[in-house]
Structure formats: structure tokens, C-alpha cells
């Protein structure tokens, strides 16, 4: 009778043995990138908050313009011309949204409007660049605008006659710019005492209706 001889280990070059190191050597790999990703997580963090933080807490668009005075010297309808006459100042403040981050505000443009009619062109305002405090421009419309006659007229003189009824006359005024490269538009409603706008070119009234001041809103482009 013949005895069975005992299996053979396999030995340690063998390709079993390969395989077993391979494992090995990627379970610690896996096991050493999982230990070092929180690490640069948090060295990333470090490197870009000072920059990243201030845009994500307060997002370009959000930081809202305020106007901090505004006067309207002239506002009627002439239904012979179908035209507005206008003469509206006002001046718009900036502040800055944070102490550590410097603010851009680029492409600035204010344009005034009544009753869904743009009254004049836009002003083209002087860009900032602004560390912290606030910044303020000024912006002036004056001159008249012929409205299409129709439809667009008569919603016109019907506004101008209920506002100047209920004593309060809105001018809107839409703000453009483009903070930190990111579009922004706002539109700033400016409500004056109507008794004291002129209801005629060349009335020659004293003084001029002032609003003191109101921030203004975010607004959808095209529809401001």
C-alpha cells in the first residue's frame, strides 16, 4: 500500500501569492486616500475661503443698491404731442457687503421709466471698486419723450391723472450693473407728492418733490 504524499504550499511566488500582495497593496492605498481626504478638504478650505466665503454668503446679485435721494421737478403729459416731460435726479448708493473682499460694480446704467414708458436713455454711471464703507453716484434725466400715440398714450395720461388724484406720483427706476462678473438688474420704485411736481413744461414751480430714500428690489432683466 502506498501512503499519500502531502500537498505542496504553494510557495510565496507563486501566482496566488501574487494576487493576495496586489489586495493587499490596494486596500491600503484605498484605507491612506481615505485617511487624506479630509485633510485636503480642509486645506482647500483654508487656501479659498477668504475669497470664495464673502460670494457664497452673499451672492453678487443679492447685494442691493439703495436709493438715498431722489427729486422730480417735472413730470406731464402732452396729449397734443403725445410726449412726457421730465426732470428727475437721483442718487445711488453702494454699500459695501463685507469688511475683508473687494466689491466690482461694472457697466452701471440707471434708466427711468413711467407707466411702462422709458422716459430718455440710460445714464451711464462710473464703475466702482469698492474694499468697504459705501459709494454713492449720481444720475440726472431731464428733456421729453414722445410716446407712441394709442394705446400706449392713453395708458400714459391715465396713470399721470389717477396718481395725480390719489396725490402720489411712482417713477421706476431700473438699475443695471454687473457685480463681481455676474449680472445683476434691480428696479427702484420712487414714490413723489404729486402736489409738488409741476403738471406743465415751464410752470415754474419752486422747488421739487423730493423722495428721501428706499432700497430697491431685485428685478428680472426686460421686465423692469
Not at 466689491?103 to 430718455?120: C, D, F, I, N, V
Not at 398714450?153 to 396725490?167: D, P
Not at 450693473?177 to 413723489?192: K, M, P
Request: aromatic share 6%; glycine share 6%; charged share 20%.
Amino acid at each position: 500500500m502506498t501512503t499519500a504524499e502531502p500537498p505542496v504550499p504553494p510557495s510565496p511566488t507563486s501566482p496566488r501569492g501574487g494576487v493576495r500582495r496586489r489586495q493587499c497593496a490596494l486596500a491600503l492605498a484605498a484605507a491612506a486616500a481615505a485617511c487624506l481626504a479630509p485633510v485636503a478638504v480642509l486645506l482647500a478650505v483654508l487656501v479659498l475661503a477668504p475669497s470664495l466665503l464673502p460670494r457664497l454668503l452673499l451672492r453678487p446679485h443679492h447685494v442691493v443698491p439703495y436709493v438715498a435721494t431722489a427729486e422730480l421737478r417735472l413730470l406731464a403729459f402732452d396729449p397734443a404731442a403725445s410726449a412726457v416731460a421730465y426732470n428727475l435726479s437721483a442718487t445711488l448708493r453702494f454699500d459695501s457687503p463685507c469688511l475683508y473682499c473687494t466689491w466690482r460694480y461694472a457697466e452701471l446704467r440707471a434708466t427711468p421709466s413711467y407707466a411702462g414708458q422709458k422716459l430718455g436713455a440710460a445714464a451711464e454711471l462710473p464703475e466702482i471698486t469698492q474694499r468697504r464703507g459705501s459709494d454713492s453716484r449720481d444720475a440726472a434725466w431731464a428733456g421729453t419723450q414722445r410716446v407712441p400715440p394709442g394705446r400706449r398714450a392713453r395708458a400714459v395720461a391715465a396713470a399721470l391723472a389717477r396718481e395725480e388724484a390719489e396725490g402720489r406720483l411712482g417713477v421706476r427706476v431700473a438699475v443695471s450693473t454687473v457685480q463681481n462678473g455676474a449680472r445683476s438688474d434691480f428696479a427702484c420704485v420712487l414714490s413723489f407728492p404729486a402736489a409738488s411736481v409741476p403738471r406743465r413744461s415751464g410752470s415754474g414751480a419752486a422747488a421739487a418733490a423730493v423722495f428721501d430714500g428706499g432700497r430697491c428690489v431685485d428685478a428680472v432683466p426686460r421686465e423692469i
